[in-house]
């Protein structure tokens, strides 16, 4: 998320793209899911009975090797430490008791298996959309009038972050809910993260994201769908409302961007709030002001010179950490979780996503994304953007920033549903999963009506 442009100050790193149970498998159709790094992991497929290789939807599952877990182990084991911070607090970033205590529990305790065998359970497949192989995780409900939708994470996140709503969103009736809201569920990597293929050229903007999307739901036989996504996630969602097309019938963020571009400009150039703020438009204000000012030192880094992070590709505490310090609240939360009052997010939560991360050597392509959206764009990542398509925005509070009603009225004409949360933060659907999909099903309700 957040990429730099040429605007001056804080507002320079703000920008993006003008964003199973129960359930049956879609396509049988299935071939090599690809080539692997060696002693790195194991990719397994079969034949993709005669369909092109362009166009074939190829069945995938994923195995890490024993060398590559061992390996692993091995690098935390010798870490060399810093000298611990100069306060009581995570002013100066993580914490080193936090880290010792995840590289403790990292190296004896965890066990990726665990979340392997979780994927593996699901129908997860691979297509080359615009000369890229995708991956994602295609989950069918039982009720075949289910409303098709697409969920993209961010950074520092990744399919990890929507295994908790498989099952409640396709399979209702199993969790308290009706099967009149039931969802088909794509899930798809980013380019350049976890399973998809990792760009060898420059320009996988939002833009470009956006269209691929929509090329993989027509190609999943869907007419008529919704779309989702925080982070980057909002970005390619948000874009994929802006280029409208076909069959996309509304979208759901839970990090919008509504900025006015009065309050974008005094932020960017450390003016003082307006008087006639709101209480609600002040909080907002406050915590944009804060995260502009305390929060984008890796955005910098990776709009700028995201190829200078070799030390996140050799070290995996390096890793950890720099995922660990995305925002504030979110890196306090997870401190939590390794010093025993877990709350949202486990130890293994957190280790499942950045093992991920470190199995794929997906560290700088990820990173590539902040680059590649600044050479494209200069507006600003939480600016309005002039969707008019139906928009459902889920407001958590310990999010980034917490987008007032008044902000989102304007921002999106066709404002479909519009709730506040009373818990969760950036990484919504990893976790509160009960609220958010409660919140899938209010939001597209309406939609459901609509579409018969």
Do not use: C
């Amino acid at each position: 998320m957040f990429t730099a442009s040429s605007l001056p100050t804080r507002r320079g790193v703000l920008v993006g793209a003008a964003a199973a149970g129960g359930a049956g498998l879609f396509f049988a159709h299935s071939a090599t899911a690809g080539d692997a790094p060696p002693g790195e992991l194991t990719k397994h497929g079969d034949s993709s009975m005669g369909l092109e290789k362009n166009t074939a939807v190829r069945r995938f599952t994923f195995t890490a090797s024993d060398d590559a877990l061992a390996d692993l182990r091995r690098r935390i084991a010798a870490t060399k430490w810093p000298d611990r911070e100069t306060v009581a607090d995570t002013t100066q970033g993580v914490q080193l008791a936090t880290m010792q205590e995840l590289a403790r529990y990292w190296a004896a305790d965890y066990d990726w298996r665990k979340v392997e065998a979780r994927l593996s359970a699901l129908p997860q497949f691979v297509t080359e959309v615009d000369g890229l192989d995708i991956h994602f995780i295609h989950v069918r409900s039982n009720n075949e009038n289910a409303l098709p939708m697409i969920v993209t994470h961010g950074w520092p996140g990744s399919i990890i972050e929507q295994l908790k709503i498989i099952d409640p969103l396709t399979n209702p009736t199993a969790h308290g809910a009706t099967a009149s809201e039931a969802f088909h569920l794509v899930i798809p990597s980013l380019p350049g993260y976890g399973f998809s293929g990792r760009p060898t050229t420059p320009g996988w903007t939002p833009d470009r994201i956006a269209r691929a999307w929509a090329t993989l739901m027509q190609r999943l036989g869907y007419e008529r769908y919704v779309a989702q996504g925080g982070d980057w996630g909002n970005a390619v969602s948000e874009t994929m409302a802006l280029q409208q097309p076909p069959g996309l019938l509304g979208i759901n963020t839970n990090m919008a961007a509504t900025v006015p571009p009065d309050i974008s400009k005094a932020l960017a150039f450390h003016q003082p709030p307006p008087a006639a703020l709101t209480a609600e438009e002040r909080n907002a204000w406050d915590q944009l002001n804060f995260f502009y000012a305390k929060g984008l030192g890796y955005a910098i880094e990776m709009n700028n010179r995201p190829q200078t992070l070799y030390a996140l590709v050799d070290s995996p505490i390096g890793l950890a950490a720099w995922m660990l310090d995305h925002d504030d609240r979110s890196e306090k939360m997870i401190a939590r979780s390794f010093s025993g009052q877990s709350e949202g997010l486990t130890r293994d939560d957190v280790l499942d996503n950045v093992t991920l991360y470190w199995l794929t050597n997906t560290t700088i392509s990820s990173a590539r994304l902040y680059w590649d959206t600044a050479q494209a764009s200069s507006a600003g990542f939480f600016d309005a953007r002039g969707i008019k398509i139906p928009v459902a925005v889920s407001v958590f509070p310990d999010e980034i920033y917490a987008a007032p009603r008044s902000w989102a009225e304007q921002a999106y004409p066709k404002l479909i549903h519009y709730n506040k949360l009373d818990k969760g933060g950036h990484f919504a659907a990893w976790e509160q999963p009960q609220l958010f999909v409660e919140e899938m099903r209010a939001s597209f309700k309406s939609l459901r009506t609509d579409n018969g």
